[in-house]
């Protein structure tokens, strides 16, 4: 993690970068190298080391809803605050050098692998969503892997990963999938319903307007007093979108932060899976 004040660059890393750090890294940078005695975190560096009454820039894309909570509690106690700024600066900075996103093609993990149906599998997320959160309407999933098991798709837009950039949200009516239409096999989303055998309530929706839509989602169940549920793995982008849209600095009632239900879900093998891990290992030891 950097952090860039007016006047000082410094540069937060565990032991297994400290050779490549120090190696790489020019004299604008000061190395901090966590884990040493004396050494803060970045967390802690911004509470202990900065002045009074600073406002502290931080893309909320890349911090988790929990973790900025914390951070902004101890900042509280020097009248500093932790804001949201709506585009990343070293992307400004990087600009058109910035290598692109990968955008690899999706697709579809049949049921004789997968063992269950993505119908199947938001059927049940639906029915405990129900039951345990009665006044729960929707349900934002944005962890990749949960986002691939649910909807019985994969990807490779991470090395040795088989997952893809995508968001979805789950609501007692329907299912929309965040997803960058180049990924995909057809551009007819009924074609595209059929190909990958996604449940028919599906909706795919471009995945940048995941924000917005999130904002008219919050701004539509206020009214209802009805909830809407975000995973403790949750950005606090998705979090500022949701209170965005209701109209509120801070949670008023209308976000509800929980364990995924989609986690505990995924971690119950059905008997497909296990033996597809009997599968997998056999041909592991074989390689080995």
Same mark, same amino acid.
């Given at each position: 993690?950097?952090?860039?004040?007016?006047?000082?660059?410094?540069?937060?890393?565990?032991?297994?970068?400290?050779?490549?750090?120090?190696?790489?890294?020019?004299?604008?940078?000061? $190395?901090?190298? &966590?884990?040493?005695?004396?050494?803060?975190?970045?967390?802690?560096?911004?509470?202990?080391?900065?002045?009074?009454?600073?406002?502290?820039?931080?893309?909320?894309?890349?911090?988790?809803?929990?973790?900025?909570?914390?951070?902004?509690? &101890?900042?509280?106690?020097?009248?500093? &605050?932790?804001?949201?700024?709506?585009?990343?600066?070293?992307?400004?900075?990087?600009?058109?050098?910035?290598?692109?996103?990968?955008?690899?093609?999706?697709?579809?993990?049949?049921?004789?692998?997968?063992?269950?149906?993505?119908?199947?599998?938001?059927?049940?997320?639906?029915?405990? *969503?129900?039951?345990?959160?009665?006044?729960?309407?929707?349900?934002?999933?944005?962890?990749?892997?949960?986002?691939?098991?649910?909807?019985?798709?994969?990807?490779?837009?991470?090395?040795?990963?088989?997952?893809?950039?995508?968001?979805?949200? *789950?609501?007692?009516?329907?299912?929309?999938?965040?997803?960058?239409?180049?990924? $995909?096999?057809?551009?007819?989303?009924?074609? =595209?319903?059929?190909?990958?055998?996604?449940?028919?309530?599906?909706?795919?929706?471009?995945?940048?307007? *995941?924000?917005?839509?999130?904002?008219?989602?919050?701004?539509?169940?206020?009214?209802?007093?009805?909830?809407?549920?975000?995973?403790?793995?949750?950005? =606090?982008?998705?979090?500022?979108?949701?209170?965005?849209?209701?109209?509120?600095?801070?949670?008023?009632?209308?976000?509800?932060?929980?364990?995924?239900?989609?986690?505990?879900?995924?971690?119950?093998?059905?008997?497909?899976?296990?033996?597809?891990?009997?599968?997998?290992?056999?041909?592991?030891?074989?390689?080995?």
């Amino acid at each position: 993690c950097a952090v860039i004040t007016k006047n000082d660059a410094y540069m937060f890393t565990d032991g297994r970068y400290f050779l490549q750090a120090a190696e790489q890294m020019d004299s604008n940078w000061t $190395l901090m190298k &966590q884990g040493l005695p004396d050494v803060p975190t970045w967390q802690d560096f911004l509470h202990k080391n900065l002045p009074n009454n600073s406002r502290i820039g931080i893309d909320p894309q890349l911090i988790l809803a929990a973790d900025a909570k914390t951070i902004k509690e &101890q900042l509280g106690s020097k009248s500093s &605050q932790l804001v949201s700024i709506p585009t990343n600066l070293v992307d400004l900075v990087w600009a058109s050098k910035r290598p692109s996103r990968p955008e690899n093609s999706v697709f579809h993990l049949p049921v004789e692998y997968a063992g269950r149906s993505s119908e199947d599998k938001i059927a049940g997320i639906r029915k405990e *969503i129900k039951e345990k959160y009665k006044e729960a309407e929707a349900l934002v999933v944005n962890m990749l892997d949960e986002v691939a098991w649910l909807f019985n798709l994969r990807g490779s837009d991470i090395a040795y990963n088989p997952v893809f950039f995508a968001y979805a949200v *789950i609501t007692h009516a329907k299912s929309t999938l965040y997803i960058r239409p180049s990924q $995909l096999s057809s551009s007819n989303v009924e074609e =595209l319903l059929k190909t990958s055998h996604l449940p028919p309530d599906v909706e795919i929706r471009p995945y940048d307007s *995941i924000f917005e839509d999130l904002k008219k989602l919050s701004a539509e169940l206020k009214p209802q007093g009805k909830k809407i549920l975000i995973s403790n793995k949750a950005s =606090l982008a998705v979090e500022d979108a949701l209170l965005s849209g209701a109209g509120q600095e801070k949670d008023g009632g209308v976000v509800q932060v929980v364990r995924s239900p989609v986690t505990d879900a995924k971690a119950i093998k059905n008997e497909v899976e296990v033996e597809g891990f009997r599968q997998c290992h056999l041909r592991d030891g074989a390689a080995l």
